[in-house]
């Protein structure tokens, strides 16, 4: 009866380590905690869209009976920010505002309503500017300039020019261009932002849960602003309502909340409001794009030409960042030798743009995978053909030296096509009713850091004591995605015990080792990495102690997870007996595992910014969207998607899918609903109505397929899951609307007001359009 | 002004000192510690906060607190008995129903809702009763199939509640 | 979290007491549902001092029958009505608007009387004190100019409650009752064509009930809002449709519409649709008219243009499904 086997954990549909508590009530978000005589901060914003601060008195709101603290910039230490070239913000406005809603002063007292007339007690003076809500009005000749080491109010202008785009350009049998605008997105996570702060006076020590993906960072600006040791401050991060990118950066409430609990000397508790949250912002920018495209009659693509524009808010954030990869991730999905990129990241007076899911790629990839679509038909090429044309082989280098090691797309075409009947039915359904596929890419992470330490990518800590469970310490943010869950599973996968041994302490810098956090879908790939590093380790100590207990060589131990033994014959050791032998004479262990990424895939030198988009390994995508759109009224209703992901190995099957259905539905709304606005620099949608937010009745099945392509360096081969699919939904939709409707959409999102003009348009021009699909 | 609140919350009666203008959301969460219903939005338009009063969902930030006199609140925090996961607890659970895990109380309680007075929903069953709920991870796919998961177990009779 | 006013609740268990707990309050407010009011008054629109209660008065929440009647209690909620098998039977257009309004937990709350006498809604309204405050407000409140049409002395903030233009296709009454007593008042009659002051209500009145008669067996009606998801949302334009076709021609028409204006109304002129053919052209026709009457204003973040012609839109649609 010696047919036992390590448990395995990767692979297997493992529901999340700490889902029973978000199911029950009991996990606890920035805005649960509460302790005694805790203050409610508040923020005063600005009203003005642009203005000098001429003057601003908060002795009022001082000498108000329950206020305990006013914070101004005259609190804050130094600008923060989330590139180190680009620390422009402050926490709280210093001289100058340039956004309506920029926080100017806060307050911490004993209850909202006496925080609320604390901050209409705060004076300030404004001397109004010229201020710009577009892009156009920004660049403008003789344009105020928001910063004054900005001119133009241009925070970048990247580009590249690779290969021969004129020659190649010409030798093409069709070359087509469009024009494409998308309007600025938000990531609107279900939880808004908050922070809960409390201040040690007697240790002047400050111990805080904000609501980010980010606590190192958090951590790092913290001590920035407030002029504190690092070492003084403890961030812990409480469970996270989501996060799509709006948390990947540090935020002011954050900041705030520091500075507020500091000047208390106090516990102090900051939760914005939805509309607050809006105003933080950090979403997808408003952009502006031309791309002009060269093909082979046989669907080869010779040249892409491009140019993109981005309406970037008043700050740069993760600005430069998101122009280059709207550029550079031109390439890395097909076979694309000879581009040209012109990219402009706009200061203007609205919000700061940031980092949304599918960070600076998604609206490249509409505008390109509409006008290929569009390219084949007039060639008379099937959507799928023109794809499987341009498709690469890895390992490969692309044209701007991004490494490619495992490719899955061919796969992801296959399973797509099959999975919605594409063949048979395309082109063959009922009067507007239509079909449109595209496909989608993202990065593992970045290979190269924005803060470059020396140190590794990734630190994971196992712990193991006397009771034989293992604790994983791991510093990377578990904000819903499953990241703790992927890493238990890594770990019990390479030790080959079960899951239930290991328990996640996520994210609490007096404990865990540092991690840069949850953004640019690194977690799985880089922290599975060291957790397997760390499981190896600790896998060789219980080897090590097995084979003394046994007397055998350590080579001979033959591990079975919760059984270490000998060989067949041999009763062998339980997990727990291992345990204790490895502890005697040591006492606890705690093992460590890290991870780095290798020099071929940091990204090139052919151009500056070219290290963006370098990564360890792409997931890729393609999808199958099928639509219905109301003859009366525009409506479209997406019957069903066909989606397959490549995410090399799906470590959580459960989990992918999750990821994947939540990425081809974020871009669903991105696509069909989801828009700010701005009067005057006001936002109009900052709420959850004006703001559309598909609900459950809208939202369609959506049917993944799970491709894997494993990777070579990949955790088991896993790459990415999280992002990969979302931008590919909307060329899909739209083009699923070109093939019912016979109109190309290329302002997004495309609501009914949009497609009626569209259509109203095509029947004022007559029958020319009138055959299915756009000319 | 202040009203004395009499009321039950998963059970327990409380009576209560409270101020007309409280709403049943603060309510729950600062006067009884219950902080599993969550505040997602400016008011109505998120459906986090979705709570049980005499079996129905409603929004507790639209409510009054004093206008639930003599009424039988339920929050997700009362849900599991004796610690153990209800079917719908293990459904969002299992299925993945809960990602970030913010909306789902909200969602729990209207599914709990559903299920109180259709055991066997439809999936349009589950649409229309998930309609004021905003989720921003799953897509919904998941948490339709966490409903039908509870839906199975408890027509099977596993943990009736 | 917006705090809400310091503020007093009442809590009468009949019309008359809340009739007069209202008169006696200095600035007191009807709080049905309370999912429009609450939000308004945490937005610092609204700061009454005293709320009157209105869901527990017995009276107000009875759907009764009597013969060829229907009489529907102001608090009968939202979902009740949209789920009453005599509304569904002879009033399926109310039973469907009823349905459609917001999403199914504020149907639960969200009463009969509340939806008719919702207050009307514009973009640059429905907003935070802090956000109207920087706009400097509007012409409803608290501001001289409207932002809509700037220069203008008329607020078109727009009605948006979903029952109205269903009830006005059946002629529905309603009762009211105040300081002087009951009186009862023809539906179309309880609004205004204005943004500021579209309800026709006396001081302290509140809506206790509608009255309707039941039509004829061949009459049918249908609700369908425009809207960019699939719930929640307001309406950006609702229209409800009663027709009757015998051997092939029209012999009943009424159009309401409900999200294009700052009041709920029927389509005027409809007669010469009666005795016409219930063919496409008749449809085409019909959309034209109802578009020419849809004069929605740039009150919401979709534009007015699509809320026009969706607006004559859905009405053809409604009817085609009739014919």
Redesign the interface.
């Known amino acids: 009866m010696n047919e036992m086997t390590p448990v395995q954990s990767v692979g297997v549909a493992k529901p999340l380590v700490d889902g029973p508590e978000k199911t029950t009530g009991k996990a606890m978000f920035a805005a649960d905690f509460q302790a005694a005589e805790t203050l409610v901060g508040r923020i005063l ?1 600005s ?2 869209a642009h203005a000098n601060i001429t003057a601003m008195d908060t002795s009022k709101a001082e000498a108000l009976p329950g206020v305990h603290a006013v914070v101004t910039e005259a609190d804050c230490s130094d600008t923060y920010g989330v590139l180190p070239i680009a620390m422009n913000e402050w926490a709280l406005a210093r001289g100058r505002v340039r956004y ?2 920029e926080p100017v002063a806060a307050v911490a007292a004993v209850d ?2 006496t925080a ?1 007339r604390a901050l209409d007690l705060i004076e300030v003076t404004y001397e109004e500017l010229p201020a710009y809500f577009s892009a156009e009005e920004a660049r403008a000749e003789g344009a105020v300039l928001l910063h004054d080491d900005k001119p133009g109010n241009i925070e970048r202008d990247a580009e590249f020019d690779l290969g021969d785009v004129d020659k190649d350009m010409a030798e093409a049998d069709l070359v087509r261009e469009i024009e494409v605008k998308c309007s600025e997105v938000c990531q609107v996570q279900m939880e808004p932002h908050a922070t809960f702060a409390e201040y040690d006076g007697a240790r002047e020590r400050l111990t805080i849960r904000p609501s980010t993906q980010v606590p190192f960072y958090v951590h790092k600006m913290l001590a920035r602003t407030m002029g504190m040791a690092e070492g003084h401050i403890r961030v812990i991060k409480p469970h996270i309502g989501g996060g799509f990118g709006s948390r990947t950066e540090t935020l002011q409430s954050d900041l705030i909340a520091g500075l507020l609990a500091r000047k208390a000397r106090a516990t102090v508790k900051v ?1 914005l ?1 939805r ?1 607050e949250t809006f105003i933080t912002h950090r979403g997808r920018p408003e952009s502006h794009i031309t791309m002009k495209v060269g093909m082979k009659s046989d669907g080869t693509i010779t040249a892409v030409d491009f140019t993109v524009q981005q309406r970037g808010g008043a700050y740069s954030g993760y600005g430069i960042v998101t122009i280059l990869y709207a550029g550079s991730m031109i390439y890395g999905l097909y076979n694309i030798s000879s581009a040209r990129f012109q990219g402009l990241r706009v200061l203007t007076n609205t919000p700061p743009c940031g980092a949304f899911r599918g960070h600076g790629t998604v609206k490249t990839r509409f505008a390109f995978e509409g006008l290929i679509d569009d390219m084949a038909r007039e060639l008379g090429l099937d959507p799928f053909a023109v794809r499987r044309a341009n498709l690469l082989a890895a390992p490969t280098m692309t044209e701007n030296d991004l490494l490619v090691n495992s490719y899955g797309l061919d796969q992801c075409l296959d399973w797509v096509e099959k999975a919605s009947d594409w063949q048979a039915r395309k082109g063959k359904l009922p009067a507007n009713k239509g079909m449109g596929m595209a496909c989608s890419h993202y990065i593992s992470g970045a290979s190269k850091p924005k803060h470059w330490t020396g140190e590794p990518h990734a630190t994971i800590h196992l712990r193991v004591d006397w009771d034989a469970s293992i604790t994983l310490l791991t510093g990377a943010a578990e904000i819903g995605q499953g990241s703790s869950t992927v890493m238990a599973q890594c770990v019990a996968e390479t030790l080959g015990v079960d899951m239930s041994r290991i328990n996640v302490v996520s994210s609490d810098s007096a404990l865990t080792p540092k991690d840069n956090g949850s953004y640019s879908s690194r977690v799985t790939y880089m922290v599975g990495n060291a957790s397997i590093d760390a499981a190896q380790n600790l896998k060789a100590r219980l080897i090590e102690a097995a084979a003394r207990k046994l007397e055998i060589a350590t080579d001979d131990v033959e591990c079975l997870g919760e059984v270490y033994r000998g060989g067949q014959q041999d009763q062998g050791l339980t997990f727990d007996e291992v345990v204790m032998e490895a502890l005697a004479g040591e006492g606890t262990i705690t093992v460590k595992g890290t991870f780095d990424t290798i020099p071929e895939s940091w990204g090139g030198r052919k151009y500056r910014g070219a290290a963006i988009g370098g990564t360890m390994a792409f997931s890729y995508a393609a999808q199958v969207v099928e639509v219905t759109v ?1 003859p ?4 479209i209703t997406v019957d069903k998607v066909w989606v397959a992901h490549d995410c090399g190995k799906a470590l959580n099957p459960l989990a992918v899918e999750g990821q994947v259905q939540g990425s081809v539905w974020m871009g669903m709304g991105q696509a ?2 989801e828009e700010t ?1 701005f ?2 620099g ?5 709420n959850m ?2 703001y ?1 937010v ?5 939202s369609p099945p959506i049917e993944v397929g799970i491709i894997e392509a494993a990777d070579p360096h990949g955790p088991f081969g896993a790459k990415e899951a999280g992002e990969g699919s979302l931008s590919g939904f909307l060329p899909a939709l739209t083009n699923a609307v070109a093939d019912a409707m016979g109109v190309r959409a290329c302002e997004l999102p495309l ?3 949009r497609l ?2 569209l259509l109203e348009k095509k029947a004022r021009d007559g029958g020319a359009n009138s055959d299915r699909g756009a000319a | ?1 202040k ?1 004395v609140l009499s009321l039950t919350v998963n059970g327990v009666a409380h009576d209560d000192v409270i ?5 049943l959301v ?1 309510y729950l969460r600062e006067k009884t510690g219950l902080t599993g219903t969550k ?1 997602g939005c ?4 998120c ?1 986090a906060c ?1 709570v049980l009063i005499d079996d ?4 507790a ?4 607190a ?2 639930c ?1 003599d009424s039988r609140i339920e929050t997700v925090d009362g849900l599991s008995r004796d610690s153990r996961l209800t079917a719908l607890q293990r459904g969002f659970n299992e299925k993945l129903g809960a990602q970030c895990g913010f909306c789902t109380p909200g969602m729990i309680m ?1 599914s709990e809702a559903l299920l109180r007075r259709n055991p066997d929903p439809s999936e349009a069953d589950i649409r ?6 905003i989720c921003r991870c799953t897509g919904y796919v998941k948490i339709i199939e966490a409903v039908q998961f509870a839906a199975q177990e408890l027509a099977s009779g596993e943990l009736a509640s | ?9 009442h ?1 009468p268990r009949s019309v008359e007491d809340a009739v007069s707990l209202h008169a006696a309050a200095s600035s007191g407010r009807y ?1 049905a ?3 429009d009011l ?2 308004n008054i ?2 610092g629109i609204e700061q009454p001092e005293s ?1 009157v ?1 209105l ?1 527990n008065i017995a009276e107000m929440q009875a759907i009764t029958e009597a013969t060829g009647q229907i009489s529907i209690g102001g608090a009968v909620t939202l979902r009740e009505l949209a789920e009453s098998a005599p509304v569904r039977q002879h009033f399926a257009a109310v039973a469907q608007a009823a349905g459609e309004v ?5 149907r ?2 969200g009463t009969l009387g509340g939806n008719l006498c919702l207050d009307t809604r514009c ?2 309204y ?3 004190e ?2 109207r ?3 400097a407000y509007c012409l409803k409140n608290r501001g001289e100019i409207c ?1 809509v049409a700037p220069g203008g002395k008329k607020c078109f903030a727009a009605f948006s409650g979903d029952v109205a233009p269903a009830l006005l296709l059946f002629d529905a009454e309603v009762e009211l009752a105040g300081p002087d007593g009951r009186r009862r008042l023809a539906l179309a009659d309880l609004y205004r064509n204005d943004g500021m002051d579209h309800l026709t209500l006396g001081q302290g009145e509140l809506l206790v009930a509608v009255h309707m008669a039941k039509p004829s067996e061949a009459v049918h009606s249908a609700y369908a809002k ?1 809207r ?7 309406p950006l334009a609702g229209v409800a449709v009663r027709i009757a076709v015998s051997d092939g021609k029209i012999s009943d028409l009424q159009v309401g519409l409900t999200g294009v204006s700052p009041l709920p109304f029927l389509v005027r002129k409809l007669d010469k649709f009666i005795g016409r053919a219930a063919d496409d052209a008749c449809l085409e026709e019909l959309r034209d008219a109802v578009r020419g009457q849809a004069k929605a204003m740039k009150t919401t ?3 007015p ?2 809320r026009r ?2 607006a004559g ?2 009405a ?2 409604l009817a085609a499904s009739f014919f």
């Open positions: 914003r009203p003005v309506r809603g909202v309503a609320q939760v409001s509309e109301d009366y009224t525009a409506e069909m609903s606005g009067h005057e006001l936002p109009l949608a900052a109505l004006d559309r598909p609900t459950i009745i809208e609501t009914p007001d009626l003009e | 002004m009203t101020p007309d203008n409280m709403l603060d505040i400016d008011g109505g338009e459906g979705t129905r969902p409603r929004h930030c639209l409510t009054l004093a206008t006199q209207a229309d009763a998930l309609a004021a709920n | 979290m917006e705090l809400l006013p310091d503020l007093k609740l809590h709080l549902g309370g999912s609450l939000v945490r937005r709320l209660y869901n917001a999403g199914p937990s504020h639960e709350y973009v640059f429905n907003q935070s802090w956000w405050s920087a706009n932002h425009s960019v998801r699939g719930s929640i949302d307001f973040f979709t534009p243009h699509y012609r969706v839109a859905l053809q649609k």
